[in-house]
């Protein structure tokens, strides 16, 4: 068994299992991204595996030695009951995997040949809806638990001077198997209540007891016991006032009939149930949002630090860098607002600025640092840095978006740049931005060798290479950007000098 652990494995781990072993690599790389991967070169080491593991999915083709893929997925099935079992078969051994998916041992299977990235397309959506199912399956039975009534028969307290009244309530719990006690001093009830815990109070009101008193109590000790008042002689005032001290419900006669009472009790305390689980699942839901908020906040910020520190990398290697890329990354960013861009998408043309020339970290400093013209071999070497910077990005999972960017920010409309020689909107609009403002940037500031060129001037340069080099669009963005004051400002020339 080998064990490859993915850079930012966003969905749990996988068990691939394949005797072909030429397959089984191309099976480890096409999951790494997505899950920290196990791999196993025949059924019965699959099964090992498993015993040691708690996959999200699990892939195994059908045909291995000693044990097929069937075998292990109906192992699965018992031991990782919440796992996608997914199962690789030739044309062959249709029969058997359509008999395994009526037997409900795995979700799907997949016939050989096999497309790695179509593969692992449809494994992320299984798992996804996997999880999902089960999800439901958990939220189903946190409803069930809130909809079930306990088995245990509820406990009341009783509190009632009035014997009349009294004799009601003892008749309803009679009938619904609950367990009563009857106290007809408030004094003790007090007591009872400060020292035990009871499903239900009811109070049948009377002089001699303090029905205020109770209800407070039992509020202030015990927010999960249902709160009941039997009021004979009931005013507008009185119930009003028990209602809002907190209690679940005021019931008034007729008493004449202790089925009806007990059916009314019974609602009372079932309602103050259902409150009580849906308070707790809603504070529950609200912790888990804060707990992920937090966690999202944490991963941003993580982000945010790769970033800087790339940045500022390639910035100690090469002086001409330092500052060019905050520039350029804030004039797409308005060049980007300019054409009307979502805000997500204008974070990627941030990003991708950011990181645009990331790829020089891997070209020689001979070159890169070179201060003079390059020569062919040298341009050639430099122009690497297209490619490397998105071979650096591609595998990360927050820099997958804007790797393209990286890739293709010295492509030109007319096919005539790098690395890959795309023509016209086959370049990503955010790589055409960049584009522009990588050289406006670096016709406006300052090298080695010349000083800045004034901001007009390197408008007129623009306008010469529009339409056949750069887009038309994105240049009338800058343009207008400049009509409207808000260029200068980001340029190392603030007065826009020269
Ligand atoms: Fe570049």
């Known amino acids: 068994m080998s064990t490859t652990a993915a850079p930012s494995p966003v969905l749990g781990e996988i068990l691939v299992a394949d005797d072909d072993t030429a397959f089984l690599d191309i099976l480890v790389k096409t999951f790494k991204r997505d899950f920290i991967v196990h791999a196993a070169s025949d059924g019965k080491r699959a099964l090992e595996v498993l015993d040691k593991m708690d996959p999200v999915a699990i892939l195994v083709d059908e045909m291995m030695p000693h044990t097929t893929g069937t075998q292990v997925l109906a192992y699965a099935k018992n031991l990782r009951p919440n796992a996608a079992r997914l199962l690789m078969t030739a044309s062959t051994d249709f029969d058997r995997a359509v008999h395994a998916i009526n037997q409900g041992e795995i979700h799907r299977f997949f016939a050989k040949p096999l497309r790695p990235m179509e593969l692992r397309q449809s494994v992320v959506d299984m798992v996804q809806k996997v999880r999902a199912e089960a999800l439901l399956r958990v ?17 009341v307290l009783m509190v ?8 009601v309530a003892v008749e309803a719990c009679q009938l619904r198997g609950w367990k009563a006690q009857v106290e007809r001093s408030d004094a003790v009830a007090k007591t009872l209540l400060a020292n035990r815990s009871f499903d239900m109070l009811v109070i049948g009101r009377g002089d001699e007891i303090d029905a205020r008193g109770l209800v407070s109590l039992a509020r202030s000790v015990d927010e999960s016991m249902a709160v009941v008042v039997l009021d004979g002689m009931p005013t507008v005032a009185n119930m009003q006032e028990a209602l809002a001290l907190g209690c679940d419900d005021v019931l008034t006669p007729p008493f004449g009939h ?6 009314r009790l019974e609602r009372a305390l079932h309602n103050h149930v259902v409150m009580r689980d849906m308070h707790r699942v809603t504070g529950e839901l609200l912790t888990a949002n804060r707990t992920l908020a937090l966690q999202r906040r944490k991963h941003e910020e993580q982000q945010v630090k790769v970033l800087n520190t790339m940045v500022r990398a390639l910035e100690a290697r090469d002086a001409y860098t330092a500052g060019h890329t905050d520039r350029v990354a804030a004039i797409s960013v308005r060049v980007a607002g300019v054409l009307g861009l979502s805000p997500e998408r204008v974070e990627h043309v941030r990003v991708g600025a ?3 020339d990331i ?21 050639a070497v430099i122009k690497t840095h297209a490619t490397l910077g998105d071979s650096f990005l591609r595998d990360v999972d927050q820099f997958q978006c804007v790797a393209p960017i990286v890739r293709f920010h010295h492509e030109r409309l007319d096919g005539s ?3 890959d020689g ?16 990588d050289i406006m940037d670096a ?11 004034h901001v007009d001037t390197a408008f007129e340069a623009l306008a010469r290479i529009e339409g056949t080099a750069l887009d038309v669009n994105v240049c009338e963005a800058l343009r207008s950007l400049h009509r409207a004051g808000r260029l200068v400002d980001l340029l190392q020339q603030p007065d826009g000098a020269g």
Do not use: M
């Not at 202790?258 to 059916?263: I, L, R």
């Open 443 to 453: 016709i406006t500031s300052t090298r080695p060798y010349r000083s800045a060129t």
């Open 359 to 379: 790829g020089k970290i891997g070209v020689r400093d001979s070159v890169l640092l070179k201060p003079g013209r390059l020569d062919a071999e040298e341009f």
């Open 139 to 155: 939220e189903l039975e946190t409803l069930k638990q809130i909809r079930a009534p306990s088995n245990q028969a509820p406990s």
């Open 258 to 263: 202790s089925e009806v009472v007990a059916t």
């Open 417 to 419: 740049g790098y690395p």
């Open 160 to 167: 009632c001077a009035n014997g009349d009244l009294c004799g």
């Open 422 to 437: 795309l023509r016209g909107q086959d370049i990503p609009l955010e790589a055409r931005i960049v584009a522009v403002a």
């Open 354 to 356: 950011l990181l645009h």
